[in-house]
């Protein structure tokens, strides 16, 4: 086997919570090519609502458009409940049927 050719396997849940392309693609589309919170189009479609360390999963239900100010401030500063307010009530305005409890990894369904 070449070194090369091996890769090791991405556990179930980082896959999970990954964000593709495809859904990269779909948020940038949703959220007008610009940061939800200040408009910047100085931005990119990869903030979790709820994050990966939490089980946050990499769906179109969970990622929002921020641009690395509000980003940052989102992940890193005092103001971070009332980022998630503001995102909770955006994903929740795109969403009818929007639940928090279904933007989780869940290992076992039950």
Known sequence: MKLQEWRP?????????????????????????ACIICG????????????????????????????????NAYDNSHLRSWYRKKIHDYLQSQYPSWDEDKLIYQKYHF
């Open 9 to 33: 396997s991405m556990h179930k849940q980082t896959k999970a919570c990954d964000i593709s392309s495809r859904v990269k693609n779909a948020v940038w589309e949703r959220d007008g090519h």
């Open 40 to 71: 910047s189009h100085e931005a990119m479609p990869n903030a979790h609502y709820i994050p990966r360390s939490h089980g946050g999963l990499g769906v179109e239900e969970n990622i929002v458009t921020l641009c690395v100010n509000c980003h």
